[in-house]
């Protein structure tokens, strides 16, 4: 069992930068590879950014490509998010996940309980 809080979220101008952070309990988290989705009003729960058990491997949608990059700490139980470069369409609730390496939200288990990020214009 893993449970996920995230923080870091805010209300941002355009052009700038947020970090976000999820804190994970449970003597397993360095099993699982994390994941970061979003989820905007009105709009499906969408894959922004994905890092392996061991830190190796990440991948990140394009949309966010350049701008975004995922890390993880598995001594402190923690995985960030950088987001740079903010633009007013990266506005969502940003939610933080554990699971299986993946880009669908059907690859993760356990699941935070999300963090709004709001870029204004």
């Known amino acids: 069992q893993v449970q996920l809080v995230e923080s870091g979220g805010g209300l941002v101008q355009a052009g700038g930068s947020l970090r976000l952070s999820c804190a994970a309990s449970?003597?397993?988290?360095?099993?699982?590879?994390m994941g970061w989705f979003r989820q905007a009003p009105g709009k499906e729960r969408e894959f922004v950014a994905t890092?392996?058990?061991?830190?190796?491997?990440?991948y990140h949608a394009d949309s966010v490509k350049g701008r975004f990059t995922i890390s993880r700490d598995n001594a402190k139980n923690t995985v960030d998010l950088q987001m740079n470069s903010l633009k007013p369409e990266d506005t969502a609730i940003y939610y933080c996940a554990a699971g299986g390496w993946g880009t669908t939200t059907t690859s993760y288990d356990y699941w935070g309980q999300g963090t709004q990020v709001t870029v204004s214009s």
């Open positions: 890092i392996s058990w061991s830190a190796s491997r990440t």
């Open positions: 449970g003597r397993t988290f360095s099993r699982y590879a």
